[in-house]
């Protein structure tokens, strides 16, 4: 048993017994529900073999049906469901007892409300373990350090979720492909090719491998899991499936036989109809409350350089289609002409271009930029139906120009005023991050993950973080 594990049982037994206790207390002092006859009265002390008992029977089935077994990922229903089917368990053997083999002065009222706290404060310890696991993980405490081993369409599925999910706890030092070309995506880089994992396990610290090469390089899988475990390093095998993207799988069970099927993609037709409609109601409020800030940008604006209020530019969005968007002037006429003179200023990374300190801003647009008020007419798109609230970021035609292949993947959706991508560092991402937590957020979309980037967005933008 690690550490971790034995931490959480010594929280359950905590949690189990101050449950049990008040669960005595509920009953006998406060009388709930049903009042106490004094002839089935009982002393505390005497529940305290049955408080023994329900202790380490809940311990028992809490370990049998594996709520003590490390995994990363996994929703807080799922720890509920391991609680309630080891505690209810629990309860049909406590009422068992008590009605065969203990005299009738015990409550049965207690064993329920012992149950039904245990089954809660569990629940609340499991997400408050969930919530302080995840900081550390953050920081960098109890991380995995993970090798991909392939840098194919499986692989870059699991980059981007180690890039989108920090609070799993994983940590990629870097990747092998045969594809000499592949240097770097991200900030993962490139470790050599599929016969150097041998020599890249020996110099660097690496706990787990995960293989994500296609069944065809089987002979390079069984060497790259021998030479794992030979210096006693975990390997674990995704398999392709034909190259299907594994969040369209759709596994189930009959009869002890697996039939896997496809799963329509995240974003299905009422799912992008209640986008749309979610679109249209937060456009609408914020460009009504933020009418008085708008309205004194402009003026700002209007007042501070020469030239228009509102910058318009040629865009790409859905499905490549080209659109015009809308943004507050902040950097100074003729702007656009001035790039091919700063490139060699560049820092940002593939087709895009970024200078932290743009001479060519306006002094007003510094603080527009910082604070993205520049933004705030692209609601306006998102009304027109050309943008969402919430998407991948809307790339220039000569951007879009020198996408690979798989950066085309990030054009599937509406492009987005906010996104993974801004929440999760802005312009400190490299741009092959930036794709990657697009897709990441194409195949996971939903109407939570776009209300949970909305609101993570407010502190971005109140704080200017990232934003240059």
Same mark, same amino acid.
């Given at each position: 048993m690690t550490r971790a594990q034995f931490l959480s049982a010594l929280i359950d037994i905590l949690v189990i017994n101050v449950g049990f206790a008040f669960s005595y207390y509920v009953r006998y002092?406060? #009388?709930?529900?049903?009042?106490?006859d004094d002839q089935f009265s009982a002393p505390y002390s005497a529940y305290l073999s049955m408080?023994?008992?329900?202790?380490l029977l809940c311990l028992f089935f809490l370990w049998m049906d594996g709520a003590y077994a490390e995994r990363r990922g996994g929703s807080v229903f799922t720890d509920l469901y391991r609680i309630i089917n080891a505690v209810s368990t629990v309860g049909v053997i406590m009422f068992a007892a008590v009605f065969l083999l203990l005299p009738t002065v015990?409550?049965?009222?207690?064993?329920?409300?012992?149950?039904f706290l245990a089954v809660m404060g569990l629940w609340l310890a499991r997400i408050g373990q969930r919530v302080v696991r995840a900081q550390l993980r953050r920081s960098g405490v109890g991380v995995?350090?993970?090798?991909?081993?392939?840098?194919?369409?499986?692989?870059?599925?699991?980059?981007?979720?180690?890039?989108? #999910?920090?609070?799993?706890?994983?940590q990629i030092v870097g990747f092998l492909d045969d594809d000499p070309t592949k240097l770097e995506i991200g900030r993962f880089k490139s470790l050599g090719s599929l016969e150097q994992a041998e020599r890249a396990l020996g110099s660097e610290r690496i706990d787990e491998v995960i293989i994500t090469l296609p069944w065809m390089y089987q002979r390079k899988i069984l060497a790259v899991v021998r030479a794992c475990e030979a210096r006693g390093v975990r390997a674990r095998v995704i398999p392709d499936l034909f190259q299907l993207s594994l969040n369209r799988l759709d596994v189930e069970e009959v009869g002890g036989l697996p039939l896997i099927g496809i799963k329509e993609p995240s974003l299905?037709?009422?799912?992008?109809?209640?986008?749309? /409609?979610?679109?249209?109601? /937060? /456009?609408?409020?914020?460009? /009504?409350?933020s009418a008085p800030v708008t309205l004194l940008t402009a003026l700002l604006v209007r007042f501070d350089s020469p030239g228009p209020i509102l910058f318009s530019q040629t865009r790409v969005g859905e499905r490549g289609k080209t659109f015009t968007v809308f943004k507050f002037r902040s950097m100074r006429v003729g702007a656009e002409a001035e790039q091919e003179q700063l490139r060699e200023r560049n820092e940002a990374t593939g087709p895009l271009f970024k200078i932290r300190d743009d001479p060519r801003q306006t002094r007003f647009g510094r603080l527009l930029r910082r604070m993205s008020i520049d933004e705030l007419p692209q609601f306006l798109n998102?009304?027109?139906? #050309?943008?969402?609230?919430?998407g991948p970021r809307p790339g220039l035609p000569s951007e879009v120009a020198k996408y690979q292949p798989w950066?085309?993947?990030?054009? #599937?959706?509406?492009?987005?005023?906010?996104?993974?991508?801004?929440?999760?560092?802005?312009?400190?991402?490299?741009?092959d991050e930036m794709c990657l937590l697009d897709i990441y957020y194409i195949e996971n979309w939903s109407l939570a993950l776009d209300v949970q980037i909305m609101l993570r967005t407010i502190p971005r933008v109140l704080f200017g973080s990232g934003a240059y």
């Open positions: 002092e406060l #009388e709930l529900l049903v009042p106490v408080q023994a008992a329900f202790t015990y409550s049965r009222g207690l064993i329920v409300w012992a149950i995995s350090r993970v090798l991909v081993v392939g840098a194919g369409d499986i692989g870059r599925t699991v980059m981007r979720t180690v890039v989108a #999910e920090p609070s799993l706890g994983y299905s037709q009422p799912g992008r109809i209640a986008k749309r /409609a979610l679109d249209i109601i /937060a /456009a609408l409020a914020i460009l /009504a409350v998102v009304l027109r139906g #050309e943008m969402s609230v919430v950066h085309r993947q990030r054009l #599937e959706v509406k492009p987005g005023i906010t996104g993974l991508w801004q929440v999760s560092g802005r312009s400190d991402l490299t741009f």
